[in-house]
C-alpha cells in the first residue's frame, strides 16, 4: 500500500509535542501543523497509531483548505472539493486496512464541527459535505445516528478546514484507566504532553505534588512503561483525601507511585530529593477568593525549589502565567520553553523551568524520600 495521509486534532499549543510523538512512534513524516491540527504520512495501516497519547482524534486525511471567506459561497467549494479533490474510494479502504470490516451491512454517518462567525450554518455546510461525498458511498451502506464503523468528518476553524475519515475512537482522548473524575482534572493529551515535556529518564525521581484524580501521575507511568526497564516509584498528592483516593483508583493499575495526602506547601520530602516536578497548580479562578494566587505560587515555589536538586526540572500548567513567573524567577530558576495553550476555556501556559546546579556540581546528589508518620499514605 502506498503512503496514508493523517491528520491528527491536537489541543492548541501542543502541535509541536504531538508531532515529535507521531515522528517517535510512527516513523511518520510531519507535513504540516497549524493551530490545533498536525499532518502526517506514514507508509502502510500502521497500529500503533492508536497508542498515541498527546493526539485527541486522528483521521485519514481527503483535503484542506485555509481559504475559506466565511461567505455562502464556501458551502459550493466544500461540495465541489469533498466530490473532486477527496479520494475516498482509496480513503475507505485504508480504513478498512486499519480496522477491518464487521459482519452486516457497513453503516456511517457525517458529523461536522464548526468554529467561527461564518455567513451559513454548520447544518448547511454538512449538507453539501454528504452531497459531495454521496457517490463514494457504496448503496448498501446504511446511514444510523450514532455507533457507525465509518465516519466521515468535516471540521471548520475560521478560515481553515479540513475533511476525512476517523480512525480513533473516544477512548484515545478519555482513556480506559481513568475511572473516578474530578471537576477540574486536567485533559489525558495534555497531561501526556506535560510528561515529553519534561525530558524524563528512568532513574528520575517524579513527583506530582497536586495531582487531583492524579492524570499526570498516570501519563507518567504509562509513558515510562515505554522504557521498558526499573523506574524510581513516582510521588504524588494533594490537600484533599477525596482527591487523592481518586488519584488512587485510577493510577492503581499502572505501576507503583506513592500517595499522600498534604499541603503542598510543607511537603514530608528531603531537601534536593527530587528530579522532576510535574503539576498543574490550581487556576486562580479555582481557588477562594481570599487567598491571592500570587501568594500561594510564591509559597509553593518556595517548597519545590528546596525539593528539587540542582538541575532539577519543573513542568507548570497555570492560567496566571505572570504569578508564575514572579514566583520561580523569585527562587532562581530559569526558564527553558513556554507553550501557550487553551484550558477549560481559559488561556494557560505550561513552561518548563530548570534549577541552576551551582559550579562545579556534576550530578544530583542522591536521596531516600522519607514520609512523615502524621501523613496517610496510599500505594
Ligand atoms: C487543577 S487541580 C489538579 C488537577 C490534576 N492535574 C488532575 O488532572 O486531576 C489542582 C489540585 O491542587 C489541589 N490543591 C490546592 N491547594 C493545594 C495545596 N496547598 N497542597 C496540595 N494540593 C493542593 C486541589 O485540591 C486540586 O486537586
Not at 458551502?75 to 477491518?100: C, M, N
Not at 478546514?161 to 484515545?172: E, N, P, Q, S
Not at 499526570?216 to 504509562?222: A, D, H, K, W
Given at each position: 500500500?502506498?503512503?496514508?495521509?493523517?491528520?491528527?486534532?491536537?489541543?492548541?499549543?501542543?502541535?509541536?509535542?504531538?508531532?515529535?510523538?507521531?515522528?517517535?512512534?510512527?516513523?511518520?513524516?510531519?507535513?504540516?501543523?497549524?493551530?490545533?491540527?498536525?499532518?502526517?504520512?506514514?507508509?502502510?495501516?500502521?497500529?500503533?497509531?492508536?497508542?498515541?497519547?498527546?493526539?485527541?482524534?486522528?483521521?485519514?486525511?481527503?483535503?484542506?483548505?485555509?481559504?475559506?471567506?466565511?461567505?455562502?459561497?464556501?458551502?459550493?467549494?466544500?461540495?465541489?472539493?469533498?466530490?473532486?479533490?477527496?479520494?475516498?474510494?482509496?480513503?475507505?479502504?485504508?480504513?478498512?486496512?486499519?480496522?477491518?470490516?464487521?459482519?452486516?451491512?457497513?453503516?456511517?454517518?457525517?458529523?461536522?464541527?464548526?468554529?467561527?462567525?461564518?455567513?451559513?450554518?454548520?447544518?448547511?455546510?454538512?449538507?453539501?459535505?454528504?452531497?459531495?461525498?454521496?457517490?463514494?458511498?457504496?448503496?448498501?451502506?446504511?446511514?444510523?445516528?450514532?455507533?457507525?464503523?465509518?465516519?466521515?468528518?468535516?471540521?471548520?476553524?475560521?478560515?481553515?478546514?479540513?475533511?476525512?475519515?476517523?480512525?480513533?475512537?473516544?477512548?484515545?482522548?478519555?482513556?480506559?484507566?481513568?475511572?473516578?473524575?474530578?471537576?477540574?482534572?486536567?485533559?489525558?493529551?495534555?497531561?501526556?504532553?506535560?510528561?515529553?515535556?519534561?525530558?524524563?529518564?528512568?532513574?528520575?525521581?517524579?513527583?506530582?505534588p497536586m495531582?487531583?484524580?492524579?492524570?499526570?501521575?498516570?501519563?507518567?507511568?504509562?509513558?515510562?512503561?515505554?522504557?521498558?526497564?526499573?523506574?524510581?516509584?513516582?510521588?504524588?498528592g494533594d490537600i484533599e483525601q477525596?482527591a487523592v483516593?481518586?488519584?488512587?483508583?485510577?493510577?492503581?493499575?499502572?505501576?507503583?507511585?506513592?500517595?499522600h495526602r498534604w499541603d503542598a506547601r510543607w511537603l514530608p520530602l528531603?531537601?534536593?530529593?527530587?528530579?522532576?516536578?510535574?503539576?498543574?497548580p490550581p487556576?486562580?479562578?479555582?481557588?477562594?477568593?481570599?487567598v491571592?494566587?500570587?501568594?500561594l505560587?510564591?509559597g509553593l515555589?518556595?517548597q519545590?525549589?528546596?525539593?528539587?536538586?540542582?538541575?532539577?526540572?519543573?513542568?507548570?500548567?497555570?492560567?496566571?502565567?505572570?504569578?508564575?513567573?514572579?514566583?520561580?524567577?523569585?527562587?532562581?530558576?530559569?526558564?527553558?520553553?513556554?507553550?501557550?495553550?487553551?484550558?477549560?476555556?481559559?488561556?494557560?501556559?505550561?513552561?518548563?523551568?530548570?534549577?541552576?546546579?551551582?559550579?562545579?556540581?556534576?550530578?544530583?546528589?542522591?536521596?531516600?524520600?522519607?514520609?512523615s508518620?502524621d501523613l496517610?499514605?496510599?500505594?
Amino acid at each position: 500500500m502506498s503512503s496514508i495521509s493523517c491528520y491528527a486534532m491536537v489541543v492548541s499549543g501542543l502541535e509541536s509535542i504531538a508531532a515529535r510523538e507521531i515522528e517517535l512512534l510512527l516513523g511518520a513524516k510531519i507535513t504540516r501543523k497549524t493551530d490545533g491540527l498536525v499532518t502526517f504520512k506514514i507508509d502502510g495501516p500502521d497500529p500503533d497509531l492508536f497508542d498515541l497519547k498527546t493526539t485527541e482524534d486522528v483521521f485519514l486525511f481527503a483535503w484542506g483548505t485555509d481559504s475559506l471567506t466565511y461567505r455562502a459561497k464556501d458551502l459550493e467549494d466544500i461540495r465541489k472539493w469533498t466530490a473532486k479533490e477527496g479520494d475516498w474510494t482509496r480513503l475507505i479502504s485504508q480504513h478498512h486496512a486499519f480496522k477491518p470490516k464487521t459482519k452486516g451491512k457497513p453503516t456511517y454517518r457525517f458529523i461536522t464541527q464548526m468554529d467561527g462567525e461564518h455567513g451559513y450554518h454548520r447544518k448547511d455546510a454538512q449538507k453539501e459535505f454528504a452531497k459531495g461525498l454521496a457517490k463514494f458511498i457504496p448503496p448498501n451502506w446504511r446511514m444510523v445516528e450514532d455507533n457507525a464503523s465509518v465516519e466521515f468528518w468535516l471540521t471548520i476553524e475560521e478560515k481553515t478546514a479540513v475533511a476525512g475519515i476517523r480512525l480513533t475512537d473516544k477512548t484515545m482522548r478519555h482513556r480506559t484507566y481513568k475511572v473516578a473524575h474530578r471537576p477540574a482534572s486536567l485533559r489525558p493529551t495534555v497531561a501526556a504532553a506535560m510528561v515529553r515535556i519534561a525530558e524524563l529518564k528512568p532513574q528520575h525521581k517524579v513527583i506530582d505534588p497536586m495531582c487531583g484524580a492524579g492524570t499526570i501521575l498516570g501519563e507518567y507511568q504509562i509513558f515510562a512503561e515505554g522504557w521498558r526497564m526499573p523506574r524510581e516509584a513516582a510521588w504524588g498528592g494533594d490537600i484533599e483525601q477525596a482527591a487523592v483516593l481518586d488519584a488512587s483508583a485510577n493510577t492503581r493499575r499502572l505501576g507503583k507511585i506513592y500517595l499522600h495526602r498534604w499541603d503542598a506547601r510543607w511537603l514530608p520530602l528531603d531537601s534536593c530529593s527530587i528530579d522532576r516536578i510535574i503539576c498543574n497548580p490550581p487556576f486562580g479562578k479555582q481557588i477562594s477568593s481570599e487567598v491571592d494566587i500570587n501568594k500561594l505560587y510564591r509559597g509553593l515555589m518556595i517548597q519545590f525549589n528546596r525539593i528539587l536538586s540542582p538541575g532539577g526540572k519543573a513542568v507548570l500548567l497555570v492560567s496566571d502565567y505572570a504569578a508564575l513567573k514572579g514566583a520561580c524567577e523569585n527562587v532562581g530558576w530559569e526558564l527553558e520553553k513556554k507553550f501557550r495553550t487553551e484550558i477549560l476555556g481559559q488561556n494557560a501556559v505550561i513552561s518548563l523551568w530548570h534549577k541552576p546546579a551551582p559550579e562545579g556540581t556534576l550530578s544530583a546528589p542522591e536521596g531516600v524520600l522519607p514520609v512523615s508518620n502524621d501523613l496517610q499514605g496510599t500505594e
